[in-house]
T-cell receptor, first 116, second 114 residues
Framework: SAVISQKPSRDICQRGTSLTIQCQVD?????MFWYRQQPGQSLTLIAT?????????ESGFVIDKFPISRPNLTFSTLTVSNMSPEDSSIYLC?????????????FGSGTRLTVV | AQSVTQPDIHITVSEGASLELRCNYS??????LFWYVQSPGQGLQLLLK??????LVQGIKGFEAEFKRSQSSFNLRKPSVHWSDAAEYFC????????????FGGGTRVLVKP
């Protein structure tokens, strides 16, 4: 299975600023996914990022707030823009090797974001 | 749309006792089903998965799960719990028809008593 390096692992940010989270995969993956886990909650899918195309956002999430880049098959970033305390969450990326979708997605270790 | 329900928010079990976590899904076709575990401050680790075939699947750390189509369930079991099993457990469903996206249940927090 793929191994994902996610950084930063945690950050404390001022409201109104932006934070970019990076995920690096050790193998080529077609699809990468970004999730948000609010305190004490389950995971909610933010968007799906395919290389070479615009990310597809789930209902309730917009590109202006959560811009995503996917420059190649092993890397993606998620930016949380114009942050407010309500954005305080754990953000996780996920992927599975190309051709092995649904054989078990690997997750990054998460970014714990606190907005003050 | 696919959905997953984990009816139990918290479960407390004594060390050495058996554990069963419930998961019910809703999806038109046969989905792909997963169980993940999240230890405090950690990411998600895949315990086991079901695609097709044998409805009883074995996973890591001594866990197993049984797919029951008639009940739309995929319950996770462990015969004897260890203190290190204290964690949050998530059931998830995916399907190619849904763009391979995973939908997660609300999670069940397991506490292990000495």
């Amino acid at each position: 299975s793929a191994v994902i390096s996610q950084k930063p692992s945690r950050d404390i940010c001022q409201r109104g600023t932006s934070l970019t989270i990076q995920c690096q995969v050790d193998s080529q993956v077609t699809m990468m996914f970004w999730y948000r886990q609010q305190p004490g909650q389950s995971l909610t899918l933010i968007a799906t990022a395919n290389q070479g195309s615009e990310a597809t956002y789930e209902s309730g999430f917009v590109i202006d707030k959560f811009p995503i880049s996917r420059p190649n098959l092993t890397f993606s970033t998620l930016t949380v823009s114009n942050m407010s305390p309500e954005d305080s969450s754990i953000y996780l990326c996920s992927a599975t090797p190309t051709g092995k979708e649904l054989y078990g997605y690997t997750f990054g270790s998460g970014t714990r974001l606190t907005v003050v | 749309a696919q959905s997953v329900t984990q009816p139990d928010i918290h479960i407390t079990v004594s060390e050495g006792a058996s554990l069963e976590l419930r998961c019910n899904y809703s999806y038109g076709a046969t989905p792909y089903l997963f169980w993940y575990v999240q230890s405090p401050g950690q990411g998600l680790q895949l315990l086991l998965k079901y695609f097709s075939g044998d409805t009883l699947v074995q996973g890591i750390k001594g866990f197993e799960a049984e797919f029951k189509r008639s009940q739309s369930s995929f319950n996770l079991r462990k015969p004897s719990v260890h203190w290190s099993d204290a964690a949050e457990y998530f059931c998830a469903v995916g399907a190619r028809a849904a763009g391979n996206k995973l939908t997660f249940g609300g999670g069940t927090r397991v506490l292990v008593k000495p």
